[in-house]
């Protein structure tokens, strides 16, 4: 009987609850949530204190609704021993938790949550840039929020407001970061410092923000300063390459960086993101050969900084030094640059002659042998270094450059081609610095590599004295004339000096007979010898006398002889240049562009290819000498191999004549086929497509649909 009272005690008290329930649902539908409602909303978020009490408000409404709400449970449910009341109690808070939790959801609520929250990390940020603010201030905010924290608590939606908190942390602290460290490498913001400093806000402001609003624990401030550390990582990813640019001045970043980069994830994370800037930014047809050297040295430097044992370097540097390998102009480049020679097409790489005066000999010196077991100080390769990483490449840039490739032959070749060139360039047949630049390299190539170099070095210094010779009036011999002043030459062994352009310029009279005097001073000089005249070669000083104004140029003896010809009349076609000359057109044309560049010839208006001498400026030309420098007339190693390849043309002539059309790679094929092992063929797949390239330019081959065919 008493079993049966307790059961339809307990199912009333259930119906009541139910009823209740919905009632309270029904009652803060009507009047509870238009209550919370603020229509003023988008006014408001401007101004922190109109924002703050617009958020106390609401949850003041449901702090009130929640003890309204409340009061009837504790009659209806009063036995505190009893199990069922508990539970009903417990029942009740969760639907009333449910409702709060719903009305806390809405749209402008969850804003001025964040606004608030927003508003209070700024002030934080403030209050650590201006040391002088008030602390006063600080205790009113903390205040203020501490009146939100226990309203908080009365409603239990701490885990609400801790999802607002983070949500706004994790957005606020990479704002703060890339404000106040972006871009700023000052000296004393660097490193240690600059790391107290941030650290003193997480654990300082800000944490004592944050500890008010949410539930406290042991890691808070250190998963704080975590992620504040995460967004200085990243936006030093994000910097690399600019980084890389502005090195030396950017080292600073460096520091940071290298304080906060310990996990592998951030690791992978800058090489990926560094390799996509490299390529989006510099790896392209765009950048000259000479910007990617400079950045690949700046890259060595600042990754040498950040990881000494290089396994970073390796990884980002690796499609840096691919590029710069398909690139046709980067050994003449390095060359350029490690011997100091000033080139508008190579840009300007002074750094390599200073780097290679300072390193010869000891560019070994700091690799890491890891076959060396007597070295108490080796340590394993780090866990995310490539399979194939070495950390025996030299950490000076010369030795990084020459590993560019497989060998140093490229090197050698180009070296001979630039170091003639200095000494054919030469006027006073003083060669101090060439012999310097030679010693050292000496020491990076090994002697044998440059033993032409050697002999064109002394051929010039055996040039000064015979040439001092022929012109001493005292060594006249009887029925001979005495040589011009003006006349000087480099005696060349033929043998050892790098091909020339086989060109025969016509030179004026004047000038041819006093290389003839100058040919026979020396046969009698030295017997039994001859000289023969590369006449394309030198420099003239010239001197142009002209009605208003008097002008002064070096030149090449292309140019001076042209120039010439104008003492004779004063109008020439281009034809007749080209005739008087013995030159082809283009070298003609761009001789006639050098002096009407600089206001010495004009083209008629009235006449295609034929040119006028100014001796009067004209008033709309700007009288500015212009250098532009002569075509070198050695030939370059490109040209050089084209020239060696011009024996299989013949060949491949043949080969189209009999199939009208053929990839690369089935001519390639063909010609180790067919031609005999007297003649011989070792070229490469890409010696050969520089060769058919020229052919397509000298218009006797087609390139079409990825096949060759002759010119129709």
């Known amino acids: 009987m008493a079993a049966a009272v307790r059961l339809r005690q307990i199912n009333l008290m259930e119906r009541l609850l139910n009823w209740y329930i919905d009632t309270v649902r029904s009652h803060f539908a009507l009047h509870g949530l238009p209550a919370i409602k603020n229509p003023n909303v988008p006014g408001i978020l401007s101004d922190l204190i109109l924002v703050g009490n617009g958020l106390k408000s609401v949850l003041a409404t449901l702090c009130d609704a929640l003890h309204h709400y409340m009061f009837p449970i504790s009659f209806i449910c009063a036995d505190n021993s009893n199990k069922d009341d508990m539970l009903a109690r417990i029942r009740f808070r969760h639907s009333l938790n449910a409702m709060i939790d719903i009305a806390l959801s809405d749209h402008e609520f969850q804003l001025m949550a964040r606004m608030l929250v927003e508003h209070h990390l700024a002030a934080c940020g403030k209050h650590e840039e201006n040391q002088m603010v008030d602390d006063r201030d600080e205790a009113q905010r903390l205040a203020f929020l501490a009146e939100i924290r226990q309203q908080i608590d009365v409603l239990q939606v701490q885990d609400r407001m801790e999802r607002i908190v983070a949500e706004v942390y994790h957005k606020f602290m990479p704002r703060y970061i890339s404000r106040q460290y972006s871009r700023i490498w000052e000296q004393e913001r660097c490193a240690e410092p600059m790391m107290v400093e941030l650290k003193n806000l997480i654990y300082g402001p800000i944490s004592r923000c944050i500890s008010v609003l949410i539930r406290r624990d042991e890691l808070l401030e250190a998963r704080l300063y975590e992620l504040a550390t995460e967004c200085l990582v990243k936006l030093g990813i994000e910097e690399m390459f600019d980084i890389v640019i502005y090195f030396p001045d950017s080292i600073p970043a460096l520091g940071y960086l290298k304080m906060c980069l310990k996990t592998q994830e951030h690791r992978a994370q800058l090489v990926t993101e560094f390799q996509n800037a490299c390529h989006a930014r510099l790896l392209h047809c765009g950048a000259n050969t000479s910007d990617i050297i400079s950045f690949y040295m700046s890259t060595i430097r600042a990754f040498k900084l950040l990881e000494p044992r290089g396994v970073l370097l390796d990884k980002v540097s690796r499609s840096i030094r691919r590029y710069l390998r398909d690139r046709e102009d980067t050994v003449k480049c390095i060359v350029n640059g490690m011997l100091e020679v000033e080139d508008a097409n190579t840009g300007d790489l002074s750094e390599l002659s200073k780097e290679l005066a300072s390193s010869s000999g000891t560019q070994n010196a700091d690799a890491v042998d890891d076959n060396n077991y007597s070295d108490m100080n080796w340590v394993p390769d780090p866990v995310d270094a490539a399979p194939d990483f070495r950390n025996k490449r030299s950490s000076d840039f010369i030795g990084s450059l020459l590993s560019l490739y497989d060998n140093k032959e490229v090197f050698v070749k180009e ?26 390299l000496k020491l990076l190539f090994g002697e044998s590599d440059l033993h032409n170099c050697d002999v064109m070095v002394k051929d010039i210094l055996e040039s000064k004295r015979v040439d001092s010779n022929i012109h001493d009036p005292t060594t006249v011999a009887p029925g001979t004339y005495p040589v011009a002043g003006i ?29 003839n005097r100058y040919s026979a001073k020396f046969s009698i000089l030295k017997s039994a010898r001859k000289l023969t005249w590369l006449k394309r070669l030198g420099s003239v000083d010239v001197t142009l006398e002209l009605e208003d104004r008097t002008l002064d140029f070096t030149v090449s003896p292309d140019r001076a002889s042209m120039i010439y010809l104008f003492q004779e009349r004063s109008t020439y076609t281009l034809t007749e240049l080209t005739a008087r000359l013995n030159l082809d057109e283009t070298t003609t044309r761009r001789a006639l562009g050098f002096w009407i560049k600089n206001d010495v010839l004009k083209e008629d208006e009235s006449c295609n290819d034929k040119y006028i001498l100014l001796e009067r400026a004209e008033e709309s030309k700007k009288k500015v000498l212009l250098d532009d420098p002569a075509e070198s007339s050695v030939q370059t190693t490109e040209e050089k191999a084209t020239e060696e390849m011009r024996i299989y043309w013949s060949y491949v002539n043949g080969m189209l004549t009999n199939i009208p059309a053929l990839p690369i790679d089935r001519i390639q094929s063909f010609l180790k086929m067919l031609i005999p092992k007297e003649v011989g063929y070792s070229r490469n797949v890409d010696e050969l497509r520089d060769f058919l390239t020229v052919m397509v330019a000298e218009e006797k081959l087609e390139y079409v649909s990825g096949s060759y065919r002759l010119k129709r």
């Open 415 to 440: 070296i001979v081609v630039v170091l003639a060139n200095r000494l054919l360039d030469l006027k006073n047949y003083e060669i101090d610095r060439e012999m310097m630049h030679l010693e050292l």
């Open 487 to 515: 006349v000087h030459a480099s005696m060349l062994s033929k043998l050892f000096w790098p091909a020339f352009r086989d060109e025969n310029l016509a030179l004026p009279p004047v000038i041819e007979e006093q290389l």
